[in-house]
């Protein structure tokens, strides 16, 4: 990540930044994909650390205020599960499961 370079999204694959084809696609889109018109969502249970230090909160506030907009079913479990990464440590996966079923 480049701080001078923050407005962009890259990626980082095989030693290389690089922007996947779809990534354009998905910029383009980008207000449907927060809530704007055309937004659409299956029902979404999101998992957040506050331990994060990649993904602040910023981040991901706009896509839960978009779901709750729009009436869309959703769970934002958010604390402290470690850092980015943290997979499937700190006690989410079993309620995760129950909301699934």
């Known amino acids: 990540w480049y701080p001078d370079k923050a407005d962009e999204v890259c990626f980082f ?8 084809d779809k990534v354009l696609t998905l910029q383009a889109r980008q207000e449907a994909l927060l809530g704007g018109a055309g937004f ?11 331990a994060d230090d990649c993904i602040p909160r910023s981040e991901t506030q706009p896509y839960v205020k978009a779901l709750a907009a ?32």
């Open 40 to 50: 659409a969502a299956p029902p979404t249970y999101l998992v957040t650390s506050t």
């Open 70 to 101: 729009a009436g869309i079913p959703h769970v934002h479990l958010r604390k402290d599960f470690g850092d980015h990464g943290f997979a499937l440590n700190g006690g989410w996966t079993t309620p995760c499961v129950k909301w699934l079923t």
């Open 13 to 20: 694959n095989r030693g290389a930044w690089s922007w996947p």
